[in-house]
């Protein structure tokens, strides 16, 4: 998990997905682990509940990528935070087909009448905000397609605020690049990074509002200087298109 270089993953399946950035890095040292957060409702649940209840089209072409991403990184018998896990379609999977612990969280409240009549089982799933902080420390930070995280990346990029334009004009900055100066993850994400274990992996997809970063020629550097703040180190960036 030491490599800084940008590796292909093995085969093409997540291409299946549109506009999907894959994003996984290594977090270098260890820090203290999150208090408890409270008002959270704590489900115990079978990990396919919520994905049987409404089956995902793509279903098989998320199990052919969780089980590459876990044969990659070795993501096995690990403690795994998911932050807005919806319908857990890619945790369930983590979970079986890697023998993982997984918390989940979601402030979804239409989420809670179906994890109510959930068999008791092994996956945690937690109706709450992602924004509290949790007991305990992990393995792997999870998160896909996160609501806060890709609105503001999306702000950034498209429609950015009056400082972000003021300050790339006096550095003449293209005012459509990316401001090298704004981390790309939400805060919210890199306080959870906080509780994650020595060689910890942070593992963020991007689909809703993907931003291209080959066209943001300034987005890989303030993603490493991001994770740079937080002792993290950037493993490895996919970008795909269908
Ligand atoms: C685009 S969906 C992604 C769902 C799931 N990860 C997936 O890929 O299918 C965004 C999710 O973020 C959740 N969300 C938004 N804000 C949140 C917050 N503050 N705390 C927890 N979850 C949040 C939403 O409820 C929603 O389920």
Redesign the pocket.
């Known amino acids: 998990m030491g490599a800084r270089t940008l590796l292909p993953l093995p085969s093409g399946n997540l291409a299946a997905i549109p506009a999907m950035l894959l994003i996984a890095m290594s977090r270098a040292t260890m820090t203290s682990a999150g208090v408890c957060g409270n008002n959270m409702a704590t489900y115990y649940v079978q990990p396919d509940w919520l994905a049987q209840r409404a089956i995902?089209p793509k279903d098989e072409t998320i199990r052919v990528a969780i089980e590459q991403l876990i044969e990659r990184y070795d993501i096995k018998n690990r403690n795994i935070l998911?932050?807005?896990?919806?319908?857990?379609?890619?945790?369930r999977h983590l979970v079986e087909l890697g023998k993982n612990r997984m918390t989940a969280?979601?402030?979804?409240k239409d989420?809670e009448p179906i994890l109510r009549k959930a068999p008791t089982g092994e996956m945690i799933y937690i109706i709450?905000?992602?924004?509290k902080k949790l007991p305990g420390s992990f393995d792997v930070l999870y998160?896909?397609?996160?609501?806060?995280d890709?609105v503001r990346r999306h702000q950034i990029a498209s429609n950015p605020s009056w400082l972000d334009r003021k300050a790339k004009h006096g550095f003449g900055i293209d005012p459509d690049q990316w401001p090298i100066w704004r981390g790309p993850f939400h805060r919210?994400i890199m306080r959870h990074v906080r509780a994650l274990n020595r060689g910890g992996l942070l593992i963020v997809?991007s689909?809703?509002y993907s931003l291209d970063p080959h066209f943001h020629k300034h987005y890989l550097s303030a993603l490493r200087l991001q994770l740079r703040l937080h002792r993290m180190v950037l493993l490895e960036i996919h970008s795909f298109v269908q």
């Not at 709450?128 to 924004?131: F, L, V």
Request: proline letters at 3%; aromatic letters at 10%; zero cysteines.
């Open positions: 995902h998911s932050l807005g896990s919806g319908f857990a379609y890619e945790e969280i979601d402030n979804n989420i709450g905000d992602a924004r998160v896909s397609s996160l609501l806060p890709e919210i997809q689909y809703a």
